[in-house]
Structure formats: structure tokens, C-alpha cells
């Protein structure tokens, strides 16, 4: 890590934001995903946010493609997780978070956000107050930046 103030540059702030989440990641394993993996929790992330998608864009935003996804989606129905519902044109299906998909994550994010806590309680409050307004910058700008990669996508489709 940087002990280093003065104006870091974007490289180095990614360095280290990379290392950072792959720390995250090591504890967020501890708190315990399962029964779901990496890919079917970003599935779950993205109907949270996207309630009623369709396969295609949920491929789409995954970045995969529909005969996977689907099969993402049938574990994740067998679990109770998703649902998939009749489109209005009923010739497609809409995808939700089931209230047990609600419910997983809920819990989820209370055991990350405990182990988290652990180790924010042994950092200095002024390291602590630092790290709170970097976040809430990175957030802002992150969210604004994939809403305009949304957008943009969106007019050219």
C-alpha cells in the first residue's frame, strides 16, 4: 500500500483499489456465498436492480449469452431464488428476485458488512472518515459512469 498524499495518480489509486477488492473478496468468502456462485450472485445483483428484465438482456448484461444464462437462471429457480413470469406480449418471460432471493441477500450483505466491520474497527477514524469519502466519491462516479455506458448502449441498440 501507499503511504503516499500528495495527488496519487489514477494507476496507483487502481493498484491499490485493486487490491482492495481482492481483499474483499477473501472475506466476502469467509461470510459465505453459497448456495450460490459467483455468476448466479451477479445474476441476483442485476435482477435486484432490473426487476422484470427479459433473458436477452440479462445475457446481455452478463455478458454472456442466452443458453447460459438460462441455465443460470434454472438453478437459481430450482433454489427459489428467481421467477420467471409472463411478459405482457406473453411471448417472453420476465425475470425476478423471489422474496427468498430478496431474503439471501439481505443476509448476505449483513455477513459481509459484519466481517467488513471487524476490520474497519481497527483502522484510525481519520483513516476511516478518509476511506468513507473516497468511497462515496468512487460510488457517484462509478454508478453515473455504467448509467451513461447504459444509456449510450441503449440508443445504439
Known sequence: MTSSTARPRPPEVARVTSQAAELLEVLWGRASTAPVSPSQLRVLFILEHNEGINLRTLADALGSTPPST???????????????????????????????????????????????????????AAQRSALLRGLEGFCATAAAQIHDDDTFDARTA
Do not use: I
Request: hydrophobic letters at 40%; glycine letters at 6%.
Open 70 to 124: 438460462s441455465r443460470l437462471c434454472d438453478r437459481l429457480q430450482a433454489v427459489g431464488f428467481v421467477e420467471r413470469r409472463a411478459a405482457a406480449s406473453r411471448r417472453e418471460l420476465q425475470l425476478h428476485l423471489s422474496r427468498r432471493g430478496e431474503s439471501f441477500l439481505v443476509g448476505l450483505r449483513s455477513r459481509r458488512e459484519t466481517a467488513l466491520q471487524s476490520v474497519l474497527e481497527q483502522m484510525p
